[in-house]
């Protein structure tokens, strides 16, 4: 790509309306939030500073990386916390174009310190609440199972997250082999029978048959990654008939060794293949990137073009959990500004 083209390229896709669907919001906590925050609840890290905090940030597989997230995440004690890490993520959402964003969290890990559920979910509510009125980013939450944790108290912890409200669905996430979606149907048909929606992490490190389990026992609506589906040409058939998105994060595929660089990531054969993906950033704060920039060196390094960020974006409105009539007018504000900048 010319110079000035690589500009003008950059530029629509920094500017553009845009949505995101998998990003767990302990995985935005950035050195410096994480330093504070652990110094304001006298909590010891293994870090002195900033710049070990960011060296701990390399990683050789998932669990290497869960195990620097949960240490991370270990520093979110009170309201307070959470509110600030949202909202600095929400903040991050306005100067990125994210006009709609999915978010996950993870109550295991903070109720496994001693937090309660209503700390937890109070502060990321305040800080969604402010986001849509201040800056007129709407949100949805999605409440993680850790799939690595025992099964048996997820359908309480469901309940007990309703009571509070809020919550537009659940998912599974955390250590993926080892671990099938069979574990957590008891919990994934009570959120059925509730009205939530559903998704699960599956076919990312683990193999095309947790894709399967997360389809057919799970009855999910999205698969989070989903990138080993290429697999398996029955499950890519039966991923296109019924067109389930699969939120795709390259740069945490490429982090978590999935693909040895972005030039080898499958995204490109995916869209070739007529699946239904979307581009995400995951947790962005261990990964290099929000969204834009997930965006932008993907694209280039496939060597994609305008074309299918326009493709993505739209099957990301699509995907969303929004009413029809919010997908129309995301709809209409993307094409708004495609034909602007077109013209
Ligand atoms: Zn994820």
Redesign the pocket.
Known sequence: MKEESKIEFESFVKHMPKVEL?L?IE?TLEPEMLLRFAQRNEINLPYKDIESARSAYQFKDLQSFLNVYYLGASVLREELDFYELTKAYLQRCKQQGIMHTEI?FDPQTHLSHGIALDVVMGGIRSALAEAECEWGISSALILCFERDRDAESTVSLLHDAMKIGGIAGIGL?SAELGNPPRKFQEVFQRAKNLGLHRVA?AG?EGPPEYIWEALNLLKVERI??GVRCLEDSGLVERLLEERIPLTV?PF?NVELKVFPDLESHNLGKMIDAGLHVTINS??PAYFGGYLNENIISTVNCLERDINDIILLQKNAIEASFCTTEKKKQMFSALENYVDGFLS
């Open positions: 998998h767990h995985g996950f996430d992490h990312e989070d990654h994060c945490s995951d947790d």
